[in-house]
């Protein structure tokens, strides 16, 4: 039982270089997100995709892409990383029909990425 | 716009100790709240929620009741293991596009045998 699947699980970038974070939820989900966490912030939302074909801008949705590939997997691009976006990246999946916002979401077990 | 407050730790505790960590929210509308715990190199689970007030979510000996006259979702055990050291997150839930989560700045709790 897999649920949701992040990968990898540690990378090392420098400045400038471009990466995907990808993300596979095998639950039949139809909302992702894509979330960053820094000491003492909690989780902020970057992305997410309330269904397959849309995205929508979370918080801190600058200096990344996303792509909604279908509606299994959710990937995060880093385009040209920087050290502030030095993280712990979460993808998480939930299913959002009638009464959505009353059901939890499922979280991956992270991506930590360090730029330097 | 949506925010959670809840208490900075570390709290440190000693086991079969009570624990209480205080969350305080603001939202418009009315929002579903939640705690989730996360373990070391592990992602959130969830822990409990809550829907509506008065709600009273339990879950492994832990228990928080939504409180909308003080909008307030504390989180308490009666008696702490060591397995619950943990970072504990307040969160609430916009029910509005895409659902999304809005999270507090986490809360470290250690329980000492």
């Known amino acids: 039982n897999a649920g949701v699947t992040q990968t990898p699980k540690f990378q090392v970038l420098k400045t400038g270089q471009s990466m995907t974070l990808q993300c596979a939820q095998d639950m039949n989900h139809n909302s992702m997100y894509w979330y960053r966490q820094d000491p003492g912030m909690g989780l902020r939302l970057i992305y997410y995709?309330?269904?397959?074909?849309?995205?929508d801008k979370g918080e801190v949705p600058n200096g990344y892409n996303v792509s909604r590939l279908n509606k299994r997997e959710f990937s995060l691009r880093l385009e040209s990383a920087a050290p502030s976006q030095t993280s712990v990246y979460f993808c998480?999946?939930?299913?959002?029909?009638?009464?959505?916002?009353?059901?939890?979401?499922?979280f991956g077990d992270g991506t930590r990425l360090s730029i330097l | 716009g949506d925010s959670v407050t809840q208490m900075e730790g570390p709290v440190t505790l000693s086991e079969e100790a009570f624990l209480t960590i205080n969350c305080t929210y603001t939202?418009?509308?009315?929002?579903?709240l939640f705690w989730y715990v996360q373990y070391p190199g592990e992602g959130l689970q969830l822990l409990l929620k809550a829907t509506k007030a008065d709600d009273k979510g339990s879950n492994k000996g832990f228990e928080a009741t939504y409180r909308k006259e003080t909008t307030s979702f504390h989180l308490e055990k009666g008696s702490v293991q060591v397995s619950d050291s943990a970072v504990y997150f307040c969160a609430l839930s916009d029910q509005g596009a895409g659902n999304k989560l809005t999270f507090g700045g986490g809360t470290r709790v250690l329980v000492k045998p």
């Open positions: 995709s309330a269904s397959e074909g849309t995205t």
């Open positions: 998480a999946s939930m299913h959002a029909g009638q009464g959505g916002g009353n059901q939890p979401q499922h």
């Open positions: 939202a418009t509308g009315y929002p579903s």
